[in-house]
């Protein structure tokens, strides 16, 4: 396995790889897919399982930049990868984490980063094993809490900036961290004041109101999914919110009902 940190170019290049499956996992932008004729795009939670032998095109614009695994084929049998791939995307080449698990998708990213690897590539992970094993394992995570996607969810918010699209599928993915507006308008490239006159007017809210509203949709999907048997408080973290009363207070405001009465419906709820 060998992987990498990217860039691409607005220029799109295609080729194809016979020996290896690639999957591609969004850090920041949005990367335009087309495989064997089927389009889609890389952003936010949304990744891609390039099939080995699939020719596929690509560009990106504007700021970006993407976690590229190389698979070798044998090792993707071996370890379950491949099989995860084909049961929870039905060989689809586009998949969306599911909300509450892109901390994994996080945490890799985080590992890369601990081990001094951005701006190398081709890194081989033959030679450590320690950290090769961990990977697969959270590849694993990743894939089996994972669903097909038709691709092009993102490029579906008609007429908003590309500069917003990429904030806000970067938030998304990074709902638990202390984000605020000025990394929001870092990640933008635009001033503080432009960013909230645009936030309000493409989706109706401030930069940390609509911040806000995610963590809130977001925990609601976790507190329903039976997939999920995080406690309470677990949830409220990984969305942000440290104290978990804080969090209740904020959820009931916004929903009108208690976040352990819609975790109730969860036949694998944890305790609270």
């Known amino acids: 396995m060998q992987y990498s940190l990217r860039q691409y170019r607005a220029q799109a290049e295609s080729h194809s ?9 969004s850090d920041l932008g949005r990367l335009e897919l087309e495989i064997e004729g089927r389009g889609g795009e890389v952003c936010g939670r949304q990744m891609a399982f390039v099939e080995a032998g699939r020719t596929h095109a690509f560009r990106a614009e504007g700021l970006n930049r993407f976690l590229v695994l190389d698979v070798d084929i044998d090792l993707a049998r071996r370890t379950g990868i491949e099989a995860l791939w084909q049961k929870t995307a039905h060989a689809s080449a586009y998949l969306e984490v599911l909300a509450g698990h892109q901390s994994g998708l996080l945490g890799l990213l985080n590992g890369y980063q601990d ?12 030679a450590a094993n320690d950290a090769g094993n961990d990977i697969v394992v959270r590849l694993r995570q990743i894939l089996s809490h994972s669903r097909q996607v038709p691709g092009g969810s993102y490029s579906a918010l008609d007429g908003v900036p590309a500069r917003l699209v990429r904030v806000a599928a970067w938030a998304e993915t990074r709902l638990g961290d202390n984000i605020s ?9 635009q001033s503080e004041s432009s960013l909230f006159v645009a936030f309000q007017r493409y989706f109706g809210a401030s930069p940390m109101r609509w911040l806000a509203e995610q963590r809130l949709q977001t925990a609601w999907a ?5 997939d999920i048997d995080l406690s309470i408080g677990d949830i409220a973290n990984s969305v942000g919110y440290q104290d978990q009363s804080a969090f209740s207070r904020a959820f009931s405001r916004r929903f009108g009902c208690a976040p352990v009465l819609v975790r109730s419906q969860n036949p694998n709820a944890a305790d609270t």
């Open 17 to 25: 790889h016979s020996d290896f499956h690639q999957i591609i996992i």
């Open 115 to 126: 081990c001094d690897v951005i701006g190398l590539s081709g890194r081989s992970l033959n």
């Open 222 to 226: 976790m507190l329903r999914d039976a």
């Open 181 to 189: 507006i000025s990394d929001m308008a870092r990640i933008a490239a």
